[in-house]
């Protein structure tokens, strides 16, 4: 009745109502379908890729509300492709890696996108003392032993279960290191997920435990173009890392036990500086890393503190893409990209060359064992090794 006395007595004002209402059903209707789509679940699929060593492999797709899309595979929990947008809208691949399980099987001296275990990053001369044994692992580092050795965990088979829920969708990946293995001693068993969640983010759990007194420091590899994979140099990449201080290394890249400020020197990352900006200095650092291949101490209340801290965030100008690492680790390795030489092809069809990525290894201090002063890495039975680092892709103007 209301609509038809309107519609007598003014017709303009009928006519505005009129397309009020039909604006409404088209609101309600664009927020019902903008609603459907978001309500879409993560998905994850799984295909075949090879086997090694007998054992099969497979390549697991996980996808989120989004469209945010990463692949992993469980040969060494490689994360193979991150696609994620820019500020356009456009979807691209931001982490280096290979098209072929072979390629990774053959050439990833790289260690692109894998678990690191049994100990991430260096030990000097490959020894460590616990409980009065000395233990010799491989020196497959010059010198020294490097990210487990020679078979570490970026080399073996994991098996795999996907984990599904309302909002995210993961994998679940399992492995179990023997005694003995690489030199370690105790049987390790290690849990790590992978979770894609809706928030854009890649959550990584780690979990152990052991059954003799052991040393383990795991962390992943993947290494970030936010451009896109394969388009060149992170140079121009703006990185701001929550450390004020790092621990200098000897020339062979095992720290010296020094904790040293950033302040005044080409590490000083607490405000943003392009990556590029200083990897050049005449800094002995610097020429001992050929850039930066170095541990940063996160800024924590005290040593034994794991709260979950924002460890770095990095933005990409010309994508307007933004990666921000949370951790409950007390470090993370800086590292530029800086053995890239060339002799790689990427997923892309693209050669790989120096500082064409950049990795941030969330993980305690390089050579902890060797160093009481440091963290302790140590593991005995009874007791759990649990850390958590979180991978967020944003899209920002500045």
């Known amino acids: 009745m209301l609509g038809a006395i309107s519609r007598r007595a003014h017709p303009r004002r ?22 459907s789509v978001a309500q879409q679940p993560p998905t994850i699929t799984k295909e075949p890729w090879g086997t090694v060593d007998g054992e099969q492999v497979d390549l697991y797709t996980l996808t989120n509300s989004n469209g945010m899309e990463v692949k992993i595979t469980n040969y060494g929990g490689i994360i193979q492709s991150i696609k994620v947008p820019d500020r ?5 691949n931001v982490t280096l890696g290979f098209a072929t399980l072979e390629e990774y099987v053959d050439h ?14 260096r030990i000097a001369g490959g020894q460590f003392e616990l409980d009065g044994v000395t ?34 969708v993961g994998l679940r990946l399992n492995y179990t290191s023997l005694d003995d293995e690489e030199g370690y001693p105790g049987t390790l068993d290690v849990e790590m997920t992978y979770t894609l969640t809706n928030n854009n983010s890649i959550r990584m759990d780690y979990h152990a435990t052991t059954d003799a007194p052991t040393i383990v420091n795991l962390t992943n590899h993947a290494y970030f173009n936010l451009v896109g994979e394969g388009t060149g140099t992170i140079e121009g990449h703006l990185l701001r890392l929550h450390a ?33 900006e200083r990897i050049r200095d005449n800094h002995e650092q610097i020429d001992f890393g ?36 949370k951790t409950t680790e007390p470090g993370i390795q800086f590292y530029s990209g800086n053995f890239l030489d060339g002799t790689l092809v990427g997923t892309s069809g693209k050669f790989y060359r120096q500082t064409d990525g950049f990795a941030l290894e969330t ?14 890495t140590e593991l005995r039975p009874g007791e759990e090794y649990e850390t ?9 103007k500045r």
């Open 135 to 168: 233990y010799q692992l491989a020196t497959n580092n010059g010198p020294n032993h490097l990210h487990g050795g020679v078979k570490g965990f970026d080399k073996r088979v994991w098996s795999a279960t996907e984990v599904q829920s309302g909002n995210s």
């Open 363 to 376: 993980q305690h201090y390089p050579d902890s064992p060797n160093k009481p002063q440091f963290p302790s």
């Open 88 to 92: 356009n809208g456009n979807f691209d």
């Open 108 to 121: 990833n001296d790289p260690y692109f996108g894998a678990i690191i275990g049994r100990y991430g990053n």
């Open 290 to 325: 050929r850039g930066y291949d170095h541990n940063f101490v996160l800024n924590r209340p005290n040593p034994e503190d794991t709260s979950m801290i924002v460890a770095a965030r990095v933005f990409e100008p010309t994508t307007g893409r933004a990666l921000v690492i």
């Open 244 to 276: 004020d201080h790092y621990t200098p290394v000897d020339e062979t890249l095992i720290p010296t036990g020094e904790i040293a400020p950033v302040a005044g020197t080409p590490f000083d990352f607490r405000k943003r500086h392009a990556i590029g």
């Open 14 to 35: 009928g006519a505005l109502l009129g397309f009020v209402i039909l604006l409404a059903a088209s609101t309600v209707a664009l927020s019902t379908a903008a609603v």
């Open 388 to 396: 958590t680092t979180v991978y967020r892709f944003l899209v920002r």
